[in-house]
T-cell receptor
Framework: EAEVAQSPRYKITEKSQAVAFWCDPISGHATLYWYRQILGQGPELLVQFQDESVVDDSQLPKDRFSAERLKGVDSTLKIQPAELGDSAMYLC?????????????FGQGTRLTVV | QKEVEQDPGPLSVPEGAIVSLNCTYSNSAFQYFMWYRQYSRKGPELLMYTYSSGNKEDGRFTAQVDKSSKYISLFIRDSQPSDSATYLCAMGVSDMRFGAGTRLTVKP
């Protein structure tokens, strides 16, 4: 069964260091999302891609976060420098078309701990 | 006020009970509605997807959407211990807005 792949599953990093997460969506899915989920809360959208283009990054803290999807397939989310408050689960999701048309599927997430 | 409100629980029921989970929302533009199940330390898993108002049934699960009241529900019949998880409602127009999730425990 096709699934969204994320790596690493777990990451521990020191404050002020750089960290990167990788996501490989389901084959053929044009839309890719990065969400952040703080423990005990629902996921919050960070950035949405349609193919290689960013369509919504209004909630992405651009002073320290960046995201790219250069060839419109896999994607990388980077944090530099990491802060204690960035500790959370980072989730990637993909859908075959715009969200309004179809459901989205999530990966297993990357759990980040900043110490 | 948050766009999507969901009681975080926790909710504990005996095996075989009917479970009712609910969310309210404020944005009347929301067109599609989803329920996700999330086990501890895992990514959310899609349970139900509904476009606009109405009911949808899938096995033991029934999703209801009442756009006039801005209220959605998920019912679980004959609940099982394996249903113990956090249930997230999600809704939107071009992206998903999530509730905080309700933690459910089904006791044998």
């Amino acid at each position: 069964e096709a699934e969204v792949a994320q790596s690493p599953r777990y990451k521990i990093t020191e404050k002020s260091q750089a960290v990167a997460f990788w996501c490989d969506p389901i084959s053929g899915h044009a839309t890719l999302y990065w969400y952040r989920q703080i423990l005990g809360q629902g996921p919050e959208l960070l950035v949405q891609f349609q193919d290689e283009s960013v369509v919504d990054d209004s909630q992405l803290p651009k002073d320290r976060f960046s995201a790219e999807r250069l060839k419109g397939v896999d994607s990388t989310l980077k944090i530099q420098p990491a802060e204690l408050g960035d500790s959370a689960m980072y989730l990637c999701a993909s859908s075959s078309r715009r969200m309004i048309d179809t459901e989205a599927f999530f990966g297993q997430g990357t759990r980040l701990t900043v110490v | 006020q948050k766009e999507v409100e969901q009681d975080p629980g926790p909710l504990s029921v005996p095996e075989g009970a009917i479970v009712s989970l609910n969310c309210t929302y404020s944005n009347s533009a929301f067109q599609y509605f989803m329920w996700y199940r999330q086990y501890s330390r895992k990514g959310p898993e899609l349970l139900m997807y509904t476009y606009s108002s109405g009911n949808k049934e899938d096995g033991r699960f029934t999703a209801q959407v009442d756009k006039s009241s801005k209220y959605i529900s998920l019912f679980i019949r004959d609940s099982q211990p394996s249903d113990s998880a956090t249930y997230l409602c999600a809704m939107g127009v071009s992206d998903m807005r999530f509730g905080a999730g309700t933690r459910l425990t089904v006791k044998p």
